[in-house]
């Protein structure tokens, strides 16, 4: 069954300090994986993308690394800001895409940062 | 770029009214358009999706429906609410062969 495993659950960190969130999957085969970041109230908004063949993409501060053998995928924030506060959402797209492009979402990782 | 309007933003409904949401698009032509719902701590559950004015497909079967009268205009509706109707509706487009969805802004529903 193609799933879609994040944590922490929820995550507190003090402003400034880095952080890493982590995305686990077992949707096969696999097109590409997506970050996103939701912020209260919002849509989701894309941070990275990453294909099977890329190991590391980065975004400013948010630095995404894929490892398609483990199927494990992190999400790292550099020197985080109160405005990182949000919900960021790991997404595979499976390689059978087409017009359903029935994405496979992670539940979401809670990040609240603090002064 | 392409850019997507969804109204209302929030809205609360009691049980066993009608309910219409509307998600409408620009800077784009002939989109596949997406509705999710997104309940408390749960992922995103896609409702229904369209590549085409008047095609719509169901993806779980429920007590809402879809419609697509325009090219840029997607409509999700339902007869009679349910308590169990309520969160967070997001619309969603994807312009050509890629896999990226764009999401709008979302709806707010609270059944009572």
């Known amino acids: 069954k193609n799933q879609v495993e994040q944590s922490p659950q929820s995550l507190i960190i003090l402003e400034g300090k880095n952080c890493t969130l982590q995305?686990?999957?077992?949707?096969?085969?696999?097109?590409?994986l997506r970050w996103y970041k939701q912020d209260t109230g919002r849509g989701p908004v894309s941070l990275t993308i990453m294909t099977f063949s890329e190991n590391t993409k980065s975004n400013g501060r948010y630095t995404a690394t894929l490892d398609a053998d483990t199927k494990q995928s992190s999400l790292h924030i550099t020197a985080s800001q109160l405005s990182d506060s949000a919900s960021y959402i790991c997404?595979?797209?499976?390689?059978?895409?087409?017009?359903?492009?029935?994405?496979?979402f992670g539940t979401g990782t809670l990040l609240a940062v603090q002064p | 770029s392409q850019t997507i309007h969804q109204w209302p933003a929030t809205l609360v409904q009691p049980v066993g009214s009608p309910l219409s949401l509307e998600c409408t698009v620009e800077g784009t032509s002939n989109p596949n358009l997406y509705w999710y719902r997104q309940a408390a701590g749960r992922g995103l559950q896609l409702l229904f999706y369209?590549?085409?004015?008047?095609?719509i497909s169901s993806e779980v079967p429920q007590n809402l429906s879809a419609s697509r009268p325009q090219d840029r205009q997607f409509i999700l509706s339902s007869k009679k609410l349910l308590l169990s109707d309520s969160g967070f509706y997001l619309c969603?487009?994807?312009?050509?062969?890629?896999?990226?969805?764009?999401f709008g802004p979302g709806t707010r529903l609270t059944v009572t």
């Open positions: 995305c686990n999957y077992t949707v096969s085969p696999f097109s590409n």
């Open positions: 369209s590549v085409g004015i008047g095609q």
């Open positions: 997404v595979v797209t499976p390689n059978y895409g087409g017009a359903t492009n029935k994405l496979i």
């Open positions: 969603a487009l994807k312009q050509g062969a890629g896999h990226e969805q764009y």
